[in-house]
């Protein structure tokens, strides 16, 4: 019993029952083991490990200099950017903002540059669900490709404050025809 | 030597000493308490995250939501391992508990430090949730009050090998530990590892709180944190599994079926489940993709082996024992006419049966790096470790006490009808709580989060309508589950006070 000491010998063989379960959860869990490395390896959706340190002001900078140089509109106060897809994307955040609003085109692929100016915050693209954390001092480069053209939503989703909840930012996604006609 | 200071337990023929009972008595009555806090603010956080229902107001959401992480997952649940580690090393092994002093100075650090807690968090200076992320600061007190809740715990587990150590000199075991012990020898190991990991990371935030450090690095911080706050939940699944085995040999008197099999499922979770805590920081920056890969994928289904061991192991001693009782014919007879009238019994299969299929295998997705883009600090993720911390580990305990009640308290039950019901309720309700939570989190509803429908942002959005069934199954759930942890109080500390006494 659990409760008492066993027999002096306890190491014993398997019986059958015990082996075929263990080799089940053996070649169950090598499968999952190897998934993980060779999805890495061979699939289209990966979280990135591209990481550099910044000072919050530095890349605030950064940001300045962008939306200097590729806005194009505005919204509820918020500029909208459309950079260049060669050119690096900068996005902020800060107590209680994802600032500015960036206008991709679909199909074209960007990296874009994550940093938080104060505390920890998640980034978190809806309806598609992609996170990712924003950390203050470091700044995380996501490879980012849009297939898909519309309207999509950053929410917050690391707990940062009161204002936690209205951190709502916003990221358009244009078809490049249309965008060049504009 | 004074022989006059034990009794044998009628229950189980074990020896209880009166300086262990005193001590595992308390524990247990601080970790009930704690438990009753830790779920009153369930209800009002769940109350709140439900939408159609929005109780609190926005600075105590926050403010309840931190106390019940820390009431109801470090409080309760580390309590009751003292107990149990306790209980482990002496009653089990029918020795004395030796530097009892030692082991009364241990609960008073946690009763102190989980006051300070309470206190600092009720009184508005740490609204930091649970994992208190720098550069989020709180109250110097808050850091004070965790580090002596978890020196207090530390002292704890190492009084555990004390108490073994003597326990093998007094003839209480000859060669090897029974497997019960040598699982929360597991656990008491893992906790040394996770509390050291825990002053890792605390002293340096406390002292940053007052203003000696300057600067903590958040993906640093990340880093270490995780190594207390996931390794512990690798403390919680020991001591889990320690308690189906007890229950089992308790219950239906089963025995292990092959020693060694269960012994080294034991043996992997030491040896792999501190590294795989890395999966909290799959989309961080800062680690390179292979040191994450390895840590998570390598070890963590090292750890995952031993729990699909323990999976097959545990039903296996209970088939075979309730075979040998007399319960032979076809296939399923034995399992037909299991105790499930037993609240102990009952717990313990409906905590396996929701720790491996809500729990464990969610645990295993999302631990996943691509899976974890999708799902990271989403709803999914506390729908997650509901099924493993709430279904698996506390319903365990739960089942655990009702034993211990007659044995540690010489208590009968009150209430027999509803404490035979209590288990299913409990489990419905937080089954349902973390399908809800999962689902919800598919859709991309935050986790720790005041209000989904976003009021007062500079941009609106909704969510798929499909997450209010989602988010009311969530709220239905807490408050079956709420039911039954009232249920669960009543009757504990009802048994306690007004149960007839055992002889």
Not at chain 1, 84 to 110: C, H, L, S
Not at chain 2, 90 to 112: D, E, N, P
Not at chain 2, 131 to 160: C, N, Q, R
Request: aromatic share 14%; net charge positive; with cysteine.
């Amino acid at each position: 019993m659990a409760i008492r000491e066993p027999e002096r010998i306890w190491w014993k063989p398997f019986s059958k029952d015990e082996r075929m379960w263990v080799t089940v959860a053996v070649v169950w869990m090598l499968v999952s083991f190897l998934f993980m490395p060779i999805y890495h390896l061979y699939g289209a959706q990966n979280p990135p490990s591209e990481t550099y340190k910044v000072e919050p002001e530095a890349f605030d900078k950064l940001v300045t200099k962008m939306i200097d140089k590729y806005k194009v509109g505005e919204e509820n106060g918020f500029p909208i950017v459309h950079p260049d897809p060669n050119e690096p994307v900068f996005i902020r955040a800060q107590m209680w903002q994802w600032y500015p609003i960036i206008e991709f085109e679909k199909g074209k692929t960007y990296r874009v540059h994550l940093s938080s100016m104060d505390i920890q915050h998640g980034f978190s693209v809806q309806p598609i669900n992609l996170n990712f954390m924003a950390l203050p001092g470091y700044d995380y480069v996501l490879k980012l490709t849009p297939t898909t053209s519309g309207e999509f939503h950053i929410v917050c989703n690391e707990y940062c404050g009161v204002g936690h909840h209205t951190m709502v930012g916003k990221i358009y996604v244009k078809d490049a025809a249309k965008t060049a006609a504009n | 030597m004074a022989n006059q200071d034990f009794r044998i337990c009628s229950e189980s023929g074990l020896k209880v000493y009166k300086n262990a009972e005193t001590l595992i008595k308390w524990n247990v009555i601080a970790a009930l308490a704690t438990l009753a806090v830790g779920g009153l603010m369930a209800l009002l956080v769940a109350l709140t995250r439900w939408p159609s229902v929005h109780l609190l107001g926005l600075t105590e959401y926050y403010r309840f939501l931190t106390a019940h992480g820390v009431d109801a997952l470090l409080a309760w649940i580390l309590f009751f391992e003292m107990a149990l580690v306790y209980f482990a090393s002496t009653v089990v092994l029918g020795t004395r508990f030796r530097g009892v002093v030692v082991g009364w100075i241990s609960f008073a650090l946690m009763l102190i430090g989980g006051a300070l807690i309470n206190v600092i968090i009720i009184m508005g200076r740490a609204d930091v949730m649970f994992t208190s992320y720098a550069p989020l600061k709180a109250d110097p007190l808050y850091y004070l009050g965790v580090i002596l809740f978890a020196v207090g715990a530390l002292i704890g587990f190492i009084m555990f090998f004390v108490n073994v150590v003597y326990a093998k000199r007094d003839g209480g075991f000859k060669r090897s530990l029974p497997l019960g012990s040598f699982g929360l020898a597991a656990a008491s190991i893992i906790g040394v590892l996770t509390l050291a990991h825990g002053a890792g990371i605390f002293i340096p935030a406390f002292l940053w709180s007052l203003d000696f450090i300057g600067y903590i690095d958040p993906s640093a911080y990340r880093l270490v944190f995780w190594g207390l706050g996931h390794s512990s939940q690798q403390i919680n699944v020991c001591a889990m599994v320690a308690v189906w085995y007890m229950t089992s040999a308790f219950v239906v008197g089963g025995k292990p079926v092959n020693e060694k099999l269960s012994r080294t499922a034991f043996v992997l979770y030491i040896l792999f489940i501190n590294l795989a805590s890395e999966h909290h920081l799959l989309v961080d920056p800062v680690l390179s993709t292979w040191h994450k890969i390895v840590n998570t994928s390598y070890m963590m289904h090292l750890a995952v082996l031993a729990s699909m061991i323990h999976a097959f192991a545990i039903p296996a001693s209970i088939e075979v024992a309730l075979r040998k009782q007399g319960f032979r014919s076809g296939l399923f007879e034995w399992f037909k006419k299991a105790p499930w009238g037993n609240p102990a019994f009952a717990a313990v299969a409906l905590s396996i049966l929701l720790f491996g299929f809500l729990g464990g295998i969610t645990g295993v997705i999302f631990g996943t790096e691509q899976f974890n883009i999708i799902r990271h600090n989403t709803f999914a993720i506390t729908g997650h470790f509901h099924g493993t911390v709430v279904a698996g580990t506390t319903i365990a305990f739960m089942g655990f006490t009702y034993l211990l009640i007659p044995c540690i308290f010489k208590r009968q039950l009150i209430w027999k009808g509803f404490a035979q019901i209590q288990p299913y309720l409990y489990a419905v309700g937080v089954a349902m709580l973390s399908i809800g939570m999962m689902s919800a989190g598919a859709f991309g509803v935050p986790r720790r989060h005041y209000d989904i429908t976003f009021s007062g942002a500079p941009f609106s959005f909704t969510f798929d309508p499909a997450i209010d069934m989602f988010m009311s199954m969530m709220g239905v759930g807490a408050l079956l589950a709420v039911a039954g942890g009232v249920l669960f109080i009543l009757i504990g500390f009802g048994s306690m006070i007004w149960g007839k006494e055992v002889k």
